[in-house]
C-alpha cells in the first residue's frame, strides 16, 4: 500500500471492512461498493485510508467530524477530544483499523 493511505482498484471490492461513524457511532460490515451505495463516505470509495477526512453514514454531517473541528472550526490537535483523538489514531492506523476478523463476518 502507498504511505498516502490510497488504495484503489477491483482487489478492494471484496474487503468487508467496519465502517464506523465518528458522529453517530453507527457501525456497518460492508464492503466498499455497498457502503459507498448506503451514503457512507469512507475509503477507499470516498476519500484514502489514513487521511483525516469525514468518516460519517448517510444520515450524519460533515460539520461534526475531526476533520470540520480542524480544517473549519481551526481546532488545533491540543484541543481535540478524546473522542477525536480515537478517530485520529483510527483513520491514521487504516485499512487494519477497521479490518473485520473472520469471526465478524
Known amino acids: 500500500m502507498p504511505s498516502s493511505g490510497e488504495v484503489t482498484g477491483p482487489e478492494t471490492s471484496h474487503w468487508k471492512l467496519r465502517h464506523i461513524c465518528e458522529v453517530c457511532g453507527k457501525t456497518e460490515i460492508l464492503t466498499p461498493a455497498a457502503a459507498y451505495e448506503a451514503g457512507w463516505d469512507h475509503p477507499p470509495r470516498m476519500g484514502q485510508f489514513g487521511v483525516i477526512s469525514p468518516r460519517t453514514c448517510g444520515s450524519c ?44 463476518r
Open 61 to 104: 454531517p460533515m460539520s461534526e467530524t475531526v476533520w470540520a473541528a480542524l480544517m473549519l472550526h481551526g481546532r488545533s490537535q491540543e484541543n481535540l477530544t478524546r473522542k477525536q483523538l480515537d478517530v485520529v489514531a483510527r483513520i491514521l492506523a487504516e485499512p487494519m483499523s477497521i479490518e473485520v476478523d473472520e469471526g465478524d
